[in-house]
């Protein structure tokens, strides 16, 4: 069973359209984060939410925390081809000292 | 300013050998994890430890085994290599806080 899922899978854009991914879970968390992976690297951390109903803006990137602190978005605008990769959401749930991803949205950007 | 190095980035095993994957962090952190990743897929957990001494199971354990010896080692062992294992293995470690996991560049494990 995948705590987090994220939707869509993969996402192919034209540069200058805007998109959504989404990370759903059944669980409450105590926080969420989002990583961007590039080909032949490892995650590298974009943002963690914290508060319910949090919004935070990292340029054109602009990531939100559920309310019931269950579920989060990452809204990009304007993508450009720099913003190609595998977008990751991340969480500790309550009462673990496991860090579990979701499973992944690959973006790819076109000129 | 080294972070988090694991060592090797490839290698090809046959089935049945064994091999340990390295990783060591430079920032004092108690957190280090094991993930696998399959191709385009997320990161699955295979263990982790919350400090020297102290390991547990992940989501996907079986057939790999870990030891923390001391806060900046934390070594990925393969028994038996399985054809099922080839994967690209990250290393990861966290402060207290738990605020941010930091990578390595990850291992490139093909078992033949």
């Known amino acids: 069973t995948q705590l987090l899922e994220q939707s869509p899978q993969f996402l192919s854009i034209q540069e200058g359209e805007n998109l959504t991914v989404y990370c759903n879970s059944s669980?409450?968390?105590?926080?969420l984060q989002w990583y961007r992976q590039e080909p032949g690297e490892g995650p590298v951390l974009l943002v963690t939410?914290?508060?319910?109903?949090e919004v935070k803006k990292l340029k054109r990137l602009t990531f939100q925390f559920g309310d019931a602190r269950k579920d989060s978005s990452l809204h990009i605008t304007a993508a450009q081809p720099g913003d190609t990769g595998l977008y990751l959401c991340?969480?500790?749930?309550?009462?673990?000292?496991?860090?579990?991803f979701g499973t992944g949205t690959r973006l790819q950007v076109f000129p | 300013n080294a972070g988090v190095t694991q060592t090797p980035k490839f290698r090809i095993l046959k089935i049945g050998q064994s091999m340990t994957l390295q990783c060591a962090q430079d920032?004092?952190?108690?957190?280090m994890y094991w993930y696998r990743q399959d191709p385009g897929m997320g990161l699955k957990l295979i263990y982790y430890?919350?400090?020297?001494?102290?390991?547990d199971k992940g989501e996907v354990p079986n057939g790999y085994n870990v030891s923390r010896s001391t806060t900046e080692d934390f070594p990925l062992r393969l028994e038996l290599a399985a054809p099922s294992q080839t994967s690209v293995y990250f290393c990861?470690?966290?402060?207290?806080?738990?605020?941010?996991?930091?990578f390595g560049q990850g291992t490139r494990l093909t078992v033949v």
């Open positions: 990861a470690s966290s402060g207290q806080g738990r605020t941010e996991a930091f």
């Open positions: 669980s409450v968390f105590s926080s």
């Open positions: 939410v914290v508060t319910g109903g």
């Open positions: 991340a969480a500790w749930p309550y009462n673990t000292d496991k860090l579990i």
């Open positions: 920032m004092n952190h108690n957190y």
């Open positions: 430890s919350v400090g020297a001494g102290i390991t």
